[in-house]
């Protein structure tokens, strides 16, 4: 596609930056299906043609999130009005986060392709499947907030992300490495931390997304002073 047809496409548009604000939504929605149903596959030992064919959801955010900066770049780049330059940064930041969801997700599935077997969290572990119900009750969360640009939650999924996330995993994978844990065997020995860092990596991201909507914008990804 031409310059020319790109900027012709601009003049027939609405308004690019909300095309793009909806598109972001529509990636953030389709990362929490992928996760939602990577978990599920974790837990049933789904077949490796069924995991194989969920990975490639991952392409579909990729596309989502090339699309969202194609759009937010364009805007601005014949567009007078910089007042709106601030939410298309934001919007930038934002969409990088949920690319990594996609990703971390893409990792569990790898994951559950090596190990075959069905992995339930309770079983091996019980602070494993606190973990697991944290992140996947803070990325519907996440999603929430994000939609319905609910501040107050957003402002509460930041205060508690240490204590009810962080720490778990870090406790979990601290418990792996010293042995106080028994595993069954060295499979189990391996899943389990790797699958807690991935669930701790996920859950910073679900973080930072929360930063987009609470922080100024030199303090997204990072503690507010």
């Known amino acids: 596609m031409s310059i020319f047809k790109d900027i012709v ?6 308004d690019l930056l909300s095309q793009a604000w909806d598109e972001s939504r529509e990636m953030m ?3 929490e299906d992928m996760f939602s149903s990577a978990i599920k596959y974790l837990r049933r030992g789904a077949k490796i043609k069924k995991l194989k064919k969920l990975k490639k959801e991952d392409k579909k955010i990729n596309e989502f ?3 969202v900066r194609k759009k937010v770049v364009t805007h601005f780049s014949v567009s007078k009005n910089i007042d709106s330059l601030p939410n298309g940064l ?3 930041n934002m969409i990088i986060d949920v690319e990594r969801l996609g990703d971390y997700t893409k990792n569990i599935l790898d994951m559950a392709i090596y190990y075959p077997e069905a992995l339930v969290s309770e079983e091996l572990l019980p602070e494993l499947n606190t973990l697991e119900n944290e992140v996947m009750s803070r990325f519907q969360k996440t ?10 939650l957003a402002e509460h999924l930041l205060k508690t992300h ?13 418990n792996c490495i010293s042995g106080t844990i028994d595993f069954k065997n060295n499979k189990q020995a391996t899943v389990v931390p790797l699958y807690a860092r991935y669930l701790k990596r996920i859950g910073s991201h679900l973080k930072n997304i929360s930063t987009t909507m609470v922080n100024p914008y030199e303090y997204i990804g990072y503690k507010k002073p």
């Open 9 to 14: 496409s601009i003049w027939k548009s609405e």
């Open 29 to 31: 929605a389709l990362s």
């Open 65 to 67: 999130q090339q699309n």
């Open 90 to 92: 934001v919007l930038l």
């Open 143 to 152: 999603c929430e907030s994000v939609g319905r640009q609910d501040i107050v």
């Open 162 to 174: 240490q204590e009810s996330l962080a720490t778990v995993s870090d406790d979990i994978v601290h």
